[in-house]
């Protein structure tokens, strides 16, 4: 990586380029300037635009934490699948930076998009900490799409918990900072590079694995969109495929529970738990559901829970033997981990499997203590049972690709056939984006915030 002058308010800093846009490097201080050599060789500062940033950012560099890379990376590219209209199929391809590669030329067509340059809105997160802290608005360049790339008008990006986890430096990889977050997005297609004929301008797509999603315009591959079906909303299409793909997953590839089996699971008024419910009522099999709050239960069995248990009033493994019986339940999904996730490992059936998902309980956490599953060694090792985790960005990376191109489909359909119906997010103008982030961890926050860019 090149360190090169980077003219900052009126103290000039040696300063490293991490983003190009174009002939664009957004300098790790946050600022931006115009190169004409590509950034991974020696680069040359011919223009600052700091004084166009809506905040420019000028931390002391003693402050600027150094995230460790990604352990794992990998762009996905696909071609036409024979199994639906909507599918790509998926392969993976190794890590690196090939958009940036590709971009980093300083040929004409950068030149050309340096003098006609647009700005938009985009949600950085500075450096690594608290995002009511460290995220702010930011006017950045208009992103311009590379060859086999397409340039998206983002209609809505969904701001999840994880989102600030990964802010925090406490999800399952830790960007580079600064950093745009954001993992889903819909929006409309308003500019094709070349060697993108199968889509067109006008389509309305959703990004599939595409990170930097919380601003105004989205440069993706053209294989990581997905048309959205004519009668899908924006709400259910910005948000299909994290949460509901993950609930399809789950209880398809990686637990196949069967229609008239239990699946006990906790947070199950949470996007993937109410997901869940429904494709039990659709699947037939029951589901046995664990919520935090008393106020919740009404909600679940009118969605189509079969049994509902509050820890806030009730002893986890006493219901599920009262509820089950003789059947007991040998089949459990955790996204809160913690002693919940414990207590459901050991309400099991021998044999029975538990997959951890989530650890909601430990986000806000600091204590080492407070970051595990305590599970109970003699009923794990005497029950022969199975806990382990799933992750859906690790999910996408190692999948065979006809069976991730199966669950997207399978996803597409339920959602678009009513049979899923993803929860009506709320949409919050890019302005107030403190309020999306203040709402993802509230308790009962109902909809997903939305991050949408018009009134
Ligand atoms: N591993 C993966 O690949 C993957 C993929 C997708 C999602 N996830 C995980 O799935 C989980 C749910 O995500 P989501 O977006 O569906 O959630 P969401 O819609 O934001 O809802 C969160 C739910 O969790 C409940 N909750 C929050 N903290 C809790 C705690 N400490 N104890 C018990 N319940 C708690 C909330 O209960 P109240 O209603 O009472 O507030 C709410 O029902 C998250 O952990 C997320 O990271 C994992």
Redesign the pocket.
């Known amino acids: 990586m090149p360190s090169q002058e980077c003219s900052n308010g009126s103290q000039p800093l040696q300063h490293a380029g991490r983003e190009l846009w174009n002939g664009f490097v957004i300098c790790e201080f946050g600022c931006a300037a115009i190169l004409e050599v590509p950034v991974f060789g020696s680069a040359t500062i011919v223009r600052t635009r700091t004084t166009d940033l809506a905040r420019t950012i000028a931390p002391e560099p003693s402050r600027v934490s150094r995230p460790r890379q990604p352990r794992r990376g990998g762009s996905i590219r696909a071609g036409r699948a024979g199994i639906g209209p909507l599918i790509r199929l998926f392969a993976v391809e190794g890590r690196g930076r090939r958009y940036a590669r590709r971009t980093a030329v300083g040929s004409g067509s950068d030149r050309r998009s340096v003098r006609k340059m647009r700005t938009m809105r985009s949600v950085v997160a500075d450096t690594l900490g608290e995002p009511s802290e460290v995220l702010h608005l930011q006017t950045r360049p208009v992103p311009e799409p590379g060859p086999g790339q397409v340039r998206i008008r983002v209609a809505a990006a969904p701001v999840?918990?994880?989102d600030l986890?990964t802010i925090r430096g406490r999800y399952g990889f830790t960007p580079e900072f600064p950093t745009v977050p954001g993992i889903e997005s819909v929006g409309v297609i308003d500019e094709l590079g070349s060697g993108t004929d199968d889509l067109t301008v006008g389509q309305r797509v959703v990004t599939v694995g595409v990170r930097a999603t919380w601003q105004e315009y989205v440069v993706a591959d053209a294989e990581r969109v997905l048309p959205v079906p004519d009668g899908m909303s924006n709400s259910t299409a910005a948000q299909i495929l994290?949460?509901p793909l993950?609930a399809v997953i789950l209880t398809g590839d990686e637990l196949d529970v069967r229609p008239g089996e239990w699946l006990l699971q906790?947070?199950a008024?949470?996007?993937?738990?109410q997901s869940v419910i429904q494709l039990g009522a659709h699947a037939g099999f029951k589901t046995l559901n664990v919520?935090?709050?008393r106020s919740?239960v009404e909600d679940i069995l009118a969605l189509g829970g079969t049994a509902v248990i509050c820890t806030e009033d009730e002893d986890l493994r006493e219901r599920v033997a009262d509820i089950t019986g003789h059947d007991g339940v040998s089949k459990a999904i955790d996204?809160?981990s913690g002693q919940?996730g414990a207590d459901v490992s050991r309400a099991l059936e021998p044999h029975g499997e538990l997959v951890v998902?989530?650890?909601?309980?430990t986000?806000r956490q600091t204590d080492p203590d407070k970051l595990t599953i305590p599970i109970f060694a003699r009923s794990l090792i005497y029950e022969t049972k199975t806990v382990r985790g799933?992750?859906?960005?690790r999910?996408f990376i190692e999948t065979p690709k006809d069976r991730m191109a199966a669950a997207i489909d399978r996803t597409l359909q339920l959602a678009d056939s009513g049979a899923l119906r993803v929860p009506e997010g709320q949409p919050i103008l890019v302005e107030k984006f403190s309020e999306a982030v203040y709402l993802?961890e509230a308790?009962?926050?109902g909809g997903?915030p939305l991050l949408v860019f018009e009134p």
């Open positions: 999840h918990a994880s986890h994290s949460n993950t906790t947070a008024g949470s996007t993937v738990g919520v935090r709050r919740a996204c809160v919940v998902y989530g650890a909601l309980s986000h799933f992750w859906l960005f999910w993802a308790p009962a926050h997903k």
